[in-house]
């Protein structure tokens, strides 16, 4: 029994404007995001979901509400769809970063959890994997929509090609802001990306 995941990153806040690293600040849209949102909704009008989840944070969440206003869906929170946690860099840009925390950047820059106060990449990857394990156990042969971060889809798409999570932040490309990625879940498993 096969069931859809429609991952959505959620609509651009201040912060991704402004470059700085968000992982569970709990950071809200600007119009720009609520706008990208309302788009969004437009295009995924003519498909059929049974459920929609969402990451608990407010740029999520408000997200999720809008897609939920215009397709009919019910949302529930899930706490496996939060972004990774980065600890002390949230609200920092790259380049305070690199002043305050010289070590933790260069790791960084090495495809590595530089925070050393937050999650490591594998802990998210294992994460956001299960929680999808989940949801898909929970309604086997539907189509779901997840709205989440940009990091756990990232790990989501480094599963499904057999990569390790590390590698998510370099072999895997960005994912924009309000953009949408098709898996499936086949018994449990990730199987593939559309």
């Not at 969004?40 to 969402?54: K, P, Q, V």
Request: proline share 4%.
């Amino acid at each position: 029994m096969a069931t859809t995941i429609i991952l959505v990153r959620h609509g651009e806040t201040d912060w991704n404007r402004d470059r700085r690293f968000q992982g569970q600040a709990d950071v809200v849209l600007n119009e720009t995001g609520r706008a990208q949102v309302r788009v969004l909704a437009a295009e995924l009008a003519g498909e059929a979901f049974s459920i929609a989840y969402t990451s608990p944070l407010r740029r999520a969440a408000e997200s999720a509400e809008i897609l939920a206003a215009t397709l009919g869906l019910e949302v529930r929170p899930c706490n496996a769809l939060m972004e990774v946690h980065v600890g002390s860099w949230a609200g920092l840009t790259v380049p305070e970063v690199e002043t305050q925390f010289p070590d933790g950047h260069r790791r960084w820059l090495d495809s590595r959890a530089g925070w050393e106060d937050g999650e490591t990449y594998d802990e998210l990857g294992m994460r956001v994997v299960k929680g999808l394990g989940r949801i898909g156990a929970d309604h086997p042969d539907t189509q779901v929509l997840a709205v989440t971060h940009g990091g756990p889809i990232r790990a989501i798409l480094a599963a499904v090609r057999g990569l390790p999570f590390e590698a998510s932040r370099d072999e895997i490309r960005f994912v924009e802001n309000c953009e949408a990625v098709r898996v499936t879940i086949q018994d449990g498993a990730l199987e593939a990306v559309h």
